[in-house]
């Protein structure tokens, strides 16, 4: 399953959670997303939360420290790629591109792409254009 991306509003959302305990829909409205997200998405990706009763709870600090982790992890994750490798947003891992293909190119940049050779999806890397290349 796709590890859940947050966006870049819910990353500068995260300021107004406060060191409390939160249910799911109060902590889904601070961060602008839909509730379903938090069960669906998040909990299933390793959000801590405590279970009382029937209620669900989830601790305001906690929740940043493991957004926060999950952003960082995907940073390293992508800018740690090996040469010849992409990562598949499916799986969840670096792939090796098998006969990658130029999909765009301009004075800059290139952008290859081929199929995860796990899930067939396809993968994409950027990747700089030296001088003369
Ligand atoms: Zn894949």
Not at 5 to 26: D, F, G, S, T, W
Not at 40 to 57: C, N, Q, T, V
Not at 65 to 80: L, N, V, Y
Request: hydrophobic share 35%; net charge positive.
């Amino acid at each position: 399953m796709r590890k859940p991306l947050l966006k870049h509003a819910q990353v500068v959302r995260l300021a107004r959670i406060l060191n409390m305990m939160y249910k799911p829909p109060e902590l889904a409205e601070e961060i602008g997303v839909t509730p379903d997200t938090i069960y669906r998405s998040y909990i299933p990706a390793g959000l801590p939360y405590i279970r009382e009763g029937h209620s669900l709870w989830i601790h305001g600090s906690t929740f940043v420290q493991w957004a926060r982790g999950m952003i960082a992890a995907r940073r390293k994750t992508h800018s740690d790629l090996p040469k010849g490798y992409a990562y598949c947003l499916k799986c969840n891992q670096a792939v090796e591109m098998i006969e990658p293909r130029i999909v765009y190119t301009n004075l800059y940049v290139r952008i290859y792409q081929s199929n995860c050779p796990h899930c067939d999806r396809h993968v994409n890397r950027f990747s700089k254009r030296e001088r003369g290349q």
